[in-house]
């Protein structure tokens, strides 16, 4: 079982900054492919960024540039770095821990959700 707590949401202006974080706890965190999904007002969630265990990193055309993620296993926490933020990305921001063997999915854990609000 995990544990993943989102925090860092909140309001800003359009072309501001917000950092994102989601604590994971309850099981090794290091093993775990980690991801960032964006689900707009009335949209379906969407994949943002996403962290594999050897810190390979994968991004959404629509923030290439602009978002970064990494994670800290000390830490226990992965981040995302929002930079340069327009009206269309506000929503729900949702952390996710998954592990994958082969194509097969082993487990999925998802987080409680952290709103940001980008005001033009």
């Known amino acids: 079982q995990v544990q993943l707590v989102e925090s860092g949401g909140g309001l800003v202006q359009a072309g501001g900054s917000l950092r994102l974080s989601c604590a994971a706890s309850g099981s090794i965190f290091s093993d775990k492919d980690m991801a960032w999904y964006h689900q707009a007002p009335g949209k379906q969630r969407m994949l943002v960024a996403s962290?594999?265990?050897?810190?390979?990193?994968n991004y959404a055309d629509s923030v290439k540039g602009r978002f970064t993620i990494s994670r800290d296993s000390a830490k226990n926490t992965v981040y995302l770095q929002m930079n340069s933020l327009k009206p269309e990305d506000t929503g729900v921001y949702y952390c996710?821990?998954?592990?994958?063997?082969?194509?097969?999915?082993?487990?999925?854990?998802w987080g409680q959700g952290t709103q940001v609000t980008v005001s033009s």
């Open positions: 962290i594999t265990t050897a810190d390979i990193t």
């Open positions: 996710r821990a998954s592990k994958t063997r082969g194509t097969t999915l082993i487990f999925s854990f």
